[in-house]
């Protein structure tokens, strides 16, 4: 079986990495940035924008591929999965109306009130300052507040973190409003939601899903929480699947949620099958829900991925098929931790095309796995980009 994945990162060279250690697949692979790990893995590779799926498209004709497995959250909204499938390729991620789940907050908010799904956060969208003004004060001030649309995680402003104040509230209101930050004149302001953040993913044929160990990441730049919020500094998974504080039962909220999200997306039209995740706040009164993602995290991605035991191509075709159900996830009983090295200034001003030196050899002779992420390899020298 052909296989391409779509993007570039460390997510994606985690995917490439489950996908090398099924039965016979030959890996061919589109991203922005060459990344060595992915390269060294793939038949083939094309450099281009992942949004340019024209490309994608024609690469994946070429190759014959079968299955087209798709990373990151813009190729996504672009209608990535309609136009291989146009083209007669599947795609195991959402199409473009089901990716609504991740790339339109507000569609997605709705979405949960119509079909009364447990976990909610109060919560009610403005074009309007003066509106947004008292639904603010209403809650105290302790708020969270959104563009609509994909900002690259860099949207969002919660109270205690980013503002102390209605009225700096408001200011980052009216510049979301005027700047159409997200794409749109508008904000999502929700109640914030307090306790310990998780992440839960799972795979999903479009009616059923299969949940994965849940994981927690950091996203503040320096230890004990100081520094500015980052794309992720790394993460950690626990050998039983649940988390120091998150119960069973409460995992098991978080995968009902998600369960009920699919079922929704169903009833709505757009079937979601592929990857989902959802970042769930654990409150005093239970799992709420804080995003849902229509794809794997990063660095989530990289906690679970290398547990599934279980081929992960036939994972993928049973999504396709509508038979998750008849899989059985095996999954290896291991804690784990994901620790990103980043470029010197990342989070502030990233050095970029500073030479980096790795040393795979030993990584890997630690019980170690070294995933690359957003590095250019240039000739014989891998150097940084301005992330990850
Ligand atoms: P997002 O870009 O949606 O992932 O949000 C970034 C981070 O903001 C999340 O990981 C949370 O830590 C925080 N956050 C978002 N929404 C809320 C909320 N309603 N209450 C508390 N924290 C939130």
Known sequence: MNILVVGG????????????????VKLFSFMSNLNPGIKKLSQDYYLDKITNIEKVVEFAKLNGIDIALIGPEAPLEVGIVNELKNAGISACAPTKNAARIETDK???????????????????????????????????????????????????KVSGDHFNSVDEALNYVKEVIEN?????????????????????????????????PAVQDHKRLLPNDKGPNTGGMGSYSCDNGLLPFLSKSYYEEGAAILQKIVESLKKEGCKY????????????NG?????????????????????????????????????LDKIKLKLKKKSTVCKYIVPKGYGVKSMVGEEIFVDEEKINSKDSILFYASVNKEGNIVKTTSSR
């Open 9 to 24: 990162g460390a997510r994606e060279h985690a995917i490439c990495d489950a996908v090398d250690r099924s039965k016979n």
């Open 287 to 323: 799992p709420k829900i804080i995003e849902i993602n229509a794809r794997f995290g990063d660095p989530e991605a990289m906690n679970v991925l290398p547990l599934i035991e279980t081929d992960f191509i036939e994972i993928c075709n049973s999504m396709l098929n509508g038979n």
């Open 273 to 284: 099958v592929g990857p989902i995740y959802g970042q769930f706040m654990l409150t005093i």
């Open 180 to 212: 159409k930050i997200g794409g749109e004149a508008k904000i999502l302001i929700e109640e914030k939601a307090i306790g310990e953040e998780f992440t839960l993913q799972a795979f999903s044929d479009g009616d059923t899903i299969s949940p994965l």
């Open 106 to 156: 507000e569609w997605m908010r709705n979405l949960l009130k119509k079909y009364k799904i447990p976990g909610q956060l109060k919560c009610k969208t403005f074009k309007d300052v003066e509106k947004a003004k008292k639904f603010i004060e209403d809650l105290d001030c302790e708020v969270a507040l959104k563009p609509i649309g994909l900002t690259g995680g860099k949207g969002v």
